[in-house]
């Protein structure tokens, strides 16, 4: 009998190329294999008029795929990595981590080239705290405005004026064929990206031997280590809500170099650190990160993030 295997996916755009993307390589690595997507709305996908950051964080999009899991309607839930929470749930594993696309940030616009381009006062939607705090320490001239809602949405926003230009993750576009729209790209060193941005991540029961066989093929233990280090860093520094924190982690050959920052919301304050150790370390090298920036007092800017909530 052919194998079969179920995939929880949200129904975006960007989700459902991630879920495809999935089905394709398990029937490239498996020949035969039953691959079938199961789509399904979560919390996250149905308010859209309020910022993330108020309405729970980024659980709010993996919670009912992972409840498809626990209760047998799927066998896989396929994820942004970004959007899984540090805290992981019992009963569940996610140990599959596919290669990952580009991590950087995305400027987009109609009207401008650049962010250096951009005039005094001009309106840059985004709905990241990371990305707004980041982009406010480096413009305070500019007007940041809230942006939710999925990619195509998003750039619907653009294109009716509402802003001037957005910033989002290139992963996205480029995932869902908008490559052409990015007006530029952002640096590490101007928006240090969100743990986990533009890794696909696969979860599973953690009690299916079955599964896991199957999606060993697809892991990429470069990506994964990189991914490691970043999670273990925001783990350290809180739990799993939204809050203005970027983590950054890049290869050497086997060393790894983890970038972190934390910044107050008006982008007054901005505390970096990084450190560099032996990929086997990812996570001690995240805690050091972390810890790094506890000693600058994060602790209290996070504190602060959370209060304005
Ligand atoms: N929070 C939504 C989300 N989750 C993952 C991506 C982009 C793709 C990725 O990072 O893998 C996006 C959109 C964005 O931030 O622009």
Not at 144 to 149: A, E, S, T, V, Y
Not at 196 to 217: F, K, N, S, T, Y
């Amino acid at each position: 009998m052919s194998q079969m295997v179920r995939i929880a996916t949200r129904k975006s755009a960007l989700a459902l190329w991630q879920a495809e993307y999935v089905k394709a390589e398990l029937e490239k690595h498996h020949p035969g294999i039953m691959v079938q997507l199961v789509p399904m709305s979560t919390q996250g996908d149905k308010i859209l008029d309020t910022p993330l950051a108020k309405i729970g964080g980024k659980g709010l999009f993996v919670k009912e795929l992972e409840t498809a899991l626990l209760d047998g309607r799927a066998d896989i839930a396929v994820h942004s990595m970004k959007d899984v929470p540090v805290a992981f749930p019992e009963g569940l594993a996610l140990q599959t981590i596919c290669p990952r696309e580009d991590p950087r940030d995305a400027f987009v616009s109609n009207r401008y080239a650049s962010l250096a381009e951009l005039p005094a006062g001009a309106v840059v939607g985004t709905s990241s705290l990371r990305r707004q705090c980041q982009l406010k320490a480096r413009r305070p001239d500019l007007v940041i405005k809230d942006l939710r809602g999925n990619v195509n949405t998003r750039l619907a926003k653009l294109d009716q004026g509402d802003f001037d230009a957005i910033i989002l993750a290139a992963a996205g576009l480029i995932r869902l064929g908008f490559q052409q729209r990015i007006a530029g790209w952002l640096a590490p060193e101007q928006s240090l990206p969100a743990n986990g941005q533009g890794a696909v991540g696969i979860e599973c029961r953690a009690d299916d031997p079955r599964i896991q066989q199957l999606l060993a093929a697809l892991h990429d233990a470069d990506t994964a280590d990189r991914v490691l280090a970043e999670r273990a860093m925001n783990r350290r520094l809180q739990g799993g809500c939204q809050v203005p924190i970027g983590a950054y982690a890049e290869l050497d050959g086997d060393t790894l170099w983890l970038r972190g920052l934390v910044g107050s919301l008006d982008g007054g304050q901005i505390l970096q650190a990084e450190a560099k150790a032996p990929r086997q370390q990812a996570e001690a090298l995240g805690v050091q990160v972390a810890e790094a920036l506890l000693a600058q007092g994060a602790a209290a800017l996070l504190a602060a993030a959370y209060q304005e909530r």
